[in-house]
């Protein structure tokens, strides 16, 4: 009979170290994550807007949030996992899923830890939206919006093989000119590398493989060297070009901004 309780207790303490563990990876109140996969995307639109999705470590962006509950609770996130707007969460348009957030509301000081696995918003000015559980937590649910600071603290668990930083991943004022790109120009992300002479040697083949009707150059950002094809005018050239590149077995390309000192330099 001893042994068995002692078997008993011994049970209920690695209960509570499991339990202690989660608790501690993902906070209470947030999301499980069940089901869901890692995913960070090529660029989208919607409504006329382009999004660029990019793994930036040191993200800080400010801006107004809202937030989102009863016609999208129980509905697949973005990743795979399941919305609950009684759980801490969020939904936005660029990061990698799943991550983890801090966001503060400026107007009360109050600030959460939230689970980000979903898009959006895509609605004006908006750079986050979260449940409905949050935006309680966070005191603006029955304002409906509320200017915050987001900050990206790190990647979550999830299944699948995480992203790695984006190449040159911008900050808030850095993607904003981006964007703003006056001629539209667009680059084609081939590849990074943390060795030059494997990027150079990139370089030379895909420059072989697409002839002169395409500039393949490199692009030196902190330890890693950018491989990337362009500029390019208009989304019908570019989408055309990245075919190709993809073709050459590039087959993680996407398209992004180029620098507006690209402008002249693009292919219509």
């Not at 008993?8 to 209960?15: D, E, F, K, M, N």
């Not at 960070?40 to 793994?55: D, E, K, M, T, V």
């Not at 993607?175 to 150079?200: E, K």
Request: with cysteine; charged share 20%; net charge positive.
């Amino acid at each position: 009979m001893a042994l068995s309780l002692r078997s008993a207790h011994l049970w209920l303490a690695l209960v509570l170290a499991l339990v202690l563990a989660s608790c501690g990876t993902r906070g209470p109140g947030t999301p499980s994550g069940e089901g869901g996969h890692y995913k960070l995307g090529r660029p989208y639109q919607i409504n006329g807007q382009w999004f660029f999705p990019a793994f930036d470590p040191n993200y800080r962006s400010v801006g107004v949030a809202s937030w989102y509950g009863d016609p999208f609770h129980g509905r697949q996130t973005a990743n795979g996992e399941r919305f609950d707007k009684n759980l801490l969460s969020a939904a936005h348009p660029t990061l990698p899923l799943p991550s983890y957030v801090r966001v503060r509301n400026l107007e009360n000081g109050r600030e959460l830890v939230l689970r980000v696995n979903d898009r959006g918003p895509f609605v004006g000015n908006r750079i986050i939206d979260l449940s409905e559980a949050a935006a309680r937590e966070l005191g603006f649910k029955y304002q409906g919006l509320a200017k915050v600071e987001v900050e990206f603290l790190r990647l979550a668990a999830s299944n699948g093989r995480p992203p790695s930083p984006t190449v040159g991943a911008a900050t808030p004022g850095r993607q904003a000119s981006l964007t703003a790109n006056p001629c539209g120009a667009m680059d084609i992300q081939v590849a990074a590398f943390s060795n030059p002479r494997n990027a150079q040697a990139a370089r030379a083949q895909l420059q072989r493989q697409l002839g002169r009707d395409a500039t393949v150059r490199t692009q030196r950002s902190g330890n890693l060297t950018n491989v990337r094809v362009g500029p390019f005018l208009g989304d019908a050239v570019a989408q055309a070009a990245l075919r190709r590149v993809v073709a050459a077995d590039y087959r993680d390309a996407f398209l992004t901004p180029a620098d507006a000192s690209a402008c002249g330099l693009a292919r219509a």
